[in-house]
């Protein structure tokens, strides 16, 4: 059997299981891609965010 064949058998033979499909993957990917962003712009970012310089003014303000 080709993965052609397989391929068709398992996903587009039933068009809810098409569907159920591509939705699945719509989900993991939003998922992932917000995933991969956000970690990118942690990066890109570090040190300039609040959650990277609170430290220094809660336990300033903590002091006082």
């Known amino acids: 059997m080709s993965l052609s064949t397989t391929l068709y058998n398992t996903f587009f033979r039933r068009n809810s299981i098409f569907v159920g499909s591509i939705f699945a993957g719509a989900f993991v990917f939003g998922i992932g891609f917000d995933s991969g962003v956000t970690a990118f712009y942690d990066r890109w970012n570090k040190g300039k ?10 336990e300033a303000a903590e002091e006082e």
């Open 49 to 58: 965010q609040w959650k990277d310089i609170r430290h220094k003014y809660v």
